[in-house]
């Protein structure tokens, strides 16, 4: 871990420090880490987009307006590769809010989601993506056998994903 020293006016750290007390930080090494990760995050987005992705979707619907609900669920299960997990909230008696976790590359992803937010009756439409890079390919052993060097090698190849900030 590195460190270093920034000067800041005292109305700028009274701003900061309320800041870093509003959202429950511990320390302003904390704060300043999570402001400089998603700067970088910005920053490579935008000039580089990151092959592969983890992202929420979340979006507001109306139950049964313009068959919405099958449009919706026929374009996650034709994304399927995609889509990681669905959670739907009913927010009254109409109105739906549904948030997708998605993981693939990012051009699909951010395609996939321009997609499904433009469905007709899909409102607040806002996709969280975070770059990843891809972190030790290996194999795991298959389910029930005894765990080896061997019984590994067997295993289904996969990769793990981390930030790439």
Partial sequence: MQRFTISL????????????????????????????????????????EAADCVASLSYVYRRGELDVTRRLTSLQHEHHDLVVSSTMVPLDHEFRLETLTLRGATAVVRQFADLLCAQRGVRH????????????????ALPGAKASKKSAAAGVPHLHLRPAH
């Fill in 125 to 140: 439409g806002k996709l969280n993506l975070i770059s990843m890079e891809t972190h030790q390919p290996h194999r795991h």
């Fill in 9 to 48: 006016d005292d109305k700028l750290a009274q701003d900061f420090d309320a800041w870093i007390a509003q959202r429950g930080y511990a320390n302003r090494s904390e704060a300043v880490r999570d402001l400089l990760r998603a700067e970088l995050e910005r920053t490579a987005q935008r000039e580089q």
